[in-house]
């Protein structure tokens, strides 16, 4: 047989590329499946999991894709799964995110686990997982959050811990384990947030923990802990817990006894072992052995070959596979609660989780942060912006569907209550409805951050999860819904929301302030074209202020997520008419969506054509909303009808600024 040549060579091996990929996915779907019968053995939450199905098309609840098609994130929180682990998770070995917490799970964490080398979520608390924490979840480099709190588990923190250098989170608190704490966590430069509380802990703490440069908090209560604190934890005020450790001394802690000899002469309480470089775990002991467990050992090896050898021949392959491969989705994700009351059993903490999902509970820390960008946020935005992924999820109550306050195709708001009391609405963003270039997206985040008035709803701040796929934007909460409730309201039982003539007169010259701040430069801001205004956009808050939403909204949104989310305010009129032509926005098109509202609020309607002569003599009754009963002054109806009708001109240079429009409001001086 003669050689094939380069146009009989290409064909053959996208058709083997194409065999892996869908040998690759079979593969995927009998490890789902595996799981399933491990995590859910009687078969009565993971119904959706079938060997028919298709992870990646929306058919395993829980489960989201790469955009190459491979599963990476499995998301079953909350879903009281009675079984255990499955050694064949560490088959899955393009996950990023894997969320098993707040379930009834039992048995041991399996050493296969860290073969996830591309894991940097791990959240497997609340539940009852016993046995030791494997030594090679060292291996997981990538890995960011461990959170394996209120379990059963025993035995030391292997010191392989150390090794995870990309952690920011480990949460140990409410188990058995004992022994030591190792030194080698004072390796962890990224460290944010430690807790070992409520555990059997002994001998000293170690003195390298106080040279953890990112470290914020440090719970080590209740435990059996002794020898002098380092002085350097003192830098973290009231987020070192120390409490319930009797044999703990030091200086410059207000609730603890100076040191004697006897406290810095102890040789049966030494500074914990850190050393690494002896472990004689070998580096291979649980990676790459994901053929090991299947019950078909043979269907995996061919496909790497086949595509080792289409590798090998022509590189452009995987990019055209990549290509068809590529799907845009997104699997929303919960969420999990964490509680440290010192009065709570382990027991008694997972029933009161369990029991009471709509209580929110803060948690302790709020400076951890899973970013897009790594520390890229730390130079362009206030750290007091930045929430971490836990008390986002603590403040909606897991996504409850209870708190879902408006969906659409790319974004969802829930209602939420923080740490302090206060109540917030939580806007999650899938990522692939963002800015692909994530250096704009990041512009985009400082620009809302910059944006501050009393006629804006205002940022709180922001969470960005790469493993998780979303980034959520949390506003303040805005008590009285939004403007378009207040519009042909119906039935005696809504008269309530009929609004006052002076409630209207205040609404408008707030919307109008708050537009003209946005078109303005100054405050060390640019000027910005809102583009989306609606009677939706505009919330009424419990003062009957009005508070303009989505400003800046769309500097995160990729361009065909922003044209989409264009219908419905195309359908109700708010787009200016030069758009269909130009394509393009500008202030005179947030001064065109004004002069809608305006209309809407004077007419109490909200459809309402801006061509229409409603302030000619004999018109005005007409006009102005019947509700109102003729209890307004008509030369004041009649000046703002006809800035109504001036706003909404179809030439755009007719149209004012909002500058002219607030100044002939008189809101400068109001």
Known sequence: ????????????????????AATGENEEVAVLMELKASLDPDGQFLTSWTEEGDPCGGDFEGVA?????????????????????????????????????YNELKGVIPPEIANLTELTDLYLNVNNLSGSIPPAIGNMARLQVLQLCYNRLSGSIPN??????????????????????????????ELTRLDLSFNQFFGSIPSKLALVPRLLALDLRNNSLSGKVPYGLRRMEGRFHYANNRGLCGAGFSSLRLCNS??????????????????????????????????KPSSSSLPVVIAAIAVGAVGVVSGLLAFACYRRRKQKIGSSIEITDSRLSTDQVKEAIRKSPSAPVGVGYTSGWDSLAGGGFSQDVSRSLR????????????????NLLGKSNFAATYKGILRDGSVVA???????????????????????????????????????????????????????????????????????????????????????????YLHSDREKKPAL???????????IDHHFKPLISGAGFHKLLADDVVFSSLKASAAMGYLAPEYATTGRFSEKSDVYAFGVILLQILTGRTKVNPLRPGAEPGKLEDLIDRRLEGNYPKPEAAKLASL????????????????SVVQELCCNNS
């Open 387 to 402: 929430f971490n992924l836990e008390e986002v999820e603590s403040a909606t109550q897991h996504f409850s569907e209870v």
């Open 644 to 659: 109504a009708l001036v706003c909404t001109s179809e030439t755009p240079t007719q149209r004012p600024t909002m500058s």
């Open 426 to 516: 939580v806007k999650s963003i899938n990522k692939t409805s963002c800015k692909a270039e994530e250096g704009e997206f990041l512009k985009g985040l400082k620009l809302l951050a910059s944006l501050s008035h009393e006629n804006l709803v205002g940022l709180r701040g922001f969470c960005c999860s790469s493993g998780r796929g979303e980034c959520f934007l949390l506003y303040d909460f805005v008590a009285n819904g939004s403007l378009s409730q207040y519009l042909e309201t119906k039935g005696k039982e809504e008269s309530s929301r009929v609004l006052g003539w002076p409630q209207r007169v205040a609404i408008i010259k707030g919307i109008a302030r708050g537009i003209e």
């Open 65 to 101: 894709c790469d955009k190459l098609g491979r599963v990476s994130n499995i998301s079953l929180q909350g879903k009281r799964l009675p079984g255990t682990i499955s050694p064949a998770v560490g088959r899955l070995q393009s996950l990023s995110g894997l969320f098993l917490h």
């Open 1 to 20: 047989m003669g050689s094939l040549t380069a146009d009989q060579l290409l064909p053959l091996l996208l058709l083997l590329s194409l065999l892996c």
């Open 262 to 295: 006897a406290d810095l002469l102890q040789p049966n309480k030494p500074e914990p072992y850190s050393g690494l470089a002896h472990t004689g775990i070998p580096q291979s002991a649980y990676v790459k052995t994901h053929g090991s467990h299947s019950s």
């Open 529 to 539: 074209v809102h583009q989306n205004i609606s009677s939706e956009k505009i919330l």
């Open 160 to 189: 392989q811990v150390g090794l995870l250098k990309e952690l920011n989170v480990l949460a140990l608190q409410s188990n058995r384990l004992t022994g030591a704490i190792p030194a080698s966590l004072g390796d962890l430069p």
